[in-house]
């Protein structure tokens, strides 16, 4: 499978509602979390009202067009934190991938992409994820570590310069 990775358009919008929704962590077994959910304060700022100095990247697969995965950063402040916040500095990082396309690393190039677009930007990026997230694993490869833990929330950082 073949697909490039390119800077979010005005258009992908839609698709990073969605992108949002696969980006929550269910644990196999348990319900579907209601759609409705991205639509709530703590969850929404990682989408709504997008600024200039927010960085994201799609993938795109060639052969049909069709929008696999997203990687982007926000940066939010000590009044409105998202889950991974760590300072004013500090940007947090939200990947996802349709399930259809997952385990076939698109979201290490997504990452991998992004960390080259944003190194000499920002000091460091962080992220929230659940412990028992398989994605854990690809945080740790790609260099992020466990800077915080509450319950089964895990803050990761990886330091940019």
């Known amino acids: ?16 509602w969605e992108m949002l929704y696969q980006a929550l962590y269910v644990p196999p ?5 209601p759609r409705e959910i991205i639509y709530s304060p703590e969850l929404s700022k990682y989408v709504q009202d997008w600024q200039k100095e927010d960085v994201g990247f799609v993938a795109v697969l060639e052969s049909t067009q069709i929008q696999a995965g997203a ?3 926000r940066l939010f402040n000590n009044n409105n934190q998202g889950y991974g916040y760590l300072n004013d500095e500090t940007p947090e990082l939200s990947i996802a ?5 997952r ?11 992004l ?11 962080s992220l929230s ?12 490869r790609l260099g992020f570590e466990i800077v915080h833990q509450v319950d089964n929330s895990l803050t990761m950082k990886k330091e940019l310069k």
């Open 1 to 16: 499978m073949s697909y490039i990775i390119r800077p979010f358009k005005p258009g992908d919008e839609a698709f990073l």
């Open 29 to 33: 077994g348990a319900n579907l979390l």
């Open 71 to 73: 990687v982007w950063i």
């Open 97 to 101: 991938v349709l399930p259809e396309y």
């Open 103 to 113: 385990q076939q690393g698109i979201g290490t190039q997504l990452i991998v992409h």
């Open 115 to 125: 960390l080259e677009n944003i190194k000499n930007l920002y000091p460091a990026i």
């Open 129 to 140: 994820v659940s412990l028992e997230n398989p994605a854990l694993r690809l945080y740790q």
